[in-house]
């Protein structure tokens, strides 16, 4: 039987057009490819070839949209269904300048379900137009708080630690989580600072910009890599707000160290090469052998920066995660004042003590608690601790575990404390996940794409988010 020709197939369907349509929407808010891709000759071609039908054109920009307005609603009913059935929903915020210099505000919610699953995701990334002054960035995050209906579920705002932010949080009803990431980042900055190293990565920042900036040495690298026998892997260039970015371009010279001077031995350059001692010290440096002065200074900077941490709510959170509560990060004189303030939330919870305090006039009477089935006040006061007590006496689970997992086993048998695990264990203690947020939305807004509108930012954003999720 002779095979049809493409020039003989018929036409796409409606339902058939219709699905694919939807499918590639869904790609370009999923994937952050531009909506204008579907003005290309090249996607026209490959879709006539994929379908079988010569005639076939694909869908315009304003329908594209279209479609994405329509996918952006239903999957945020589905995230409002979530928020409404949370008990407590923790959020994180940051600022982010696009190519265009334009600011958007990004905040993402956390939560832990009913099912004891821990839920991330995007709530909005939202242009701000004013400066960024403290009662401003407050503003905003009421806006948000507001929209999603959740302003009485918020625990914790993760912020970075920015004054305005800072001073913002401190005009809100919440609590404050500085990113703790930043924190320490920061700390190593000054450190490395202060310790001898700068010269040292002075020069290397210098021999990684030589890489990166132009394509011809990159690929003499490479060779020079394979040639060795090595992995072809490029430089890394540390930034000062990103974590852990300075270890990791040590690490990635030091690995290449016989590469990158076999490369600059064959080229005109104007580099100052590392000496051998100054290897060297790049190898203490990322081994974390570098002696005290180094530490101290670390250390001493860090403690100045944790008097701004909210470190009353990371203990507790500590405490009601069954891999840490033996509490050992902590000095052993504060642990016990840990399990003290966890027994007092307990007892402000516990539903008697909230009906003695709701009635008017005095106190009830010891009678009147006989009449309940206690036998004194006391009794009220000894349950939480005999809750805590069970709890510490049930074995810590090894780091590799999911606390979630073992709440979702144990909740039943600590009802009380199951419910304090999903107000504490849903804060995040950095804003990585905004971070994350603005990651997609540098793929988004590009040069191309400099002028789009905000509220197309924030959905695009929000989609590519949510559907990656799924």
Known sequence: MRQSTLTERRPLSKSTSGKLTDTIARWIAKDCRPINIVEDTGLAEILKVATLDAFYKPPSRGIVMTKINELYDAKKKTKEEDLASAEYVALTGDHWTSVSNNNYLGVTAHHITNTWELKSFALTVMKSEERHFAEVCAQQFQIVAHEWEIEGKITTIGTDSAHNM??????????????????????????????????????????????????????????????????????????????????????????????????????????????????????????????????????????????????????????????????????????????????GILYEQSPRRSLLTSQDGPPRKKTQLLQMGSDSESDEEVQPDRDIHRYRAEPSISMEDCPMQWWAAHSGAHDKLALLAHKYLATRASTVPCERLFLVAGHIVQKKQSALHSENVNQLVCLSNWLKDE
């Open 166 to 343: 800072t001073a913002a949080a401190k005009l809100l009803p919440y609590e404050h989580m500085p990113c703790i990431a930043h924190m320490l980042q920061r700390s190593i900055n000054v450190s490395l600072s202060t310790s001898g190293f700068a010269n040292v990565l002075a020069k290397c920042r210098k021999i990684v910009g030589h890489f990166r900036h132009s394509a011809a040495n990159t690929m003499e690298l490479q060779a020079q890599q394979a040639a060795l026998g090595q992995q072809q892997e490029p430089l890394i260039q540390d930034v000062p707000t990103r974590w852990n970015s300075t270890l990791e371009m040590i690490k990635r010279l030091n690995r290449n160290q016989a590469a990158i001077k076999a490369t600059l031995d064959q080229q005109h350059h104007k580099l100052v090469m590392l000496t051998p001692q100054e290897w060297d010290k790049l190898q203490i440096l990322s081994t974390l052998l570098e002696p005290c002065r180094f530490k101290t200074i670390f250390m001493e900077d860090l403690a100045s920066r944790q008097e701004n941490t909210n470190n009353a709510w990371l203990k507790l959170a500590t405490a009601l995660d069954p891999r840490f509560k033996d509490l050992k990060s902590l000095p052993k004189s504060e642990r016990e004042e840990v399990w003290t303030s966890l027994g």
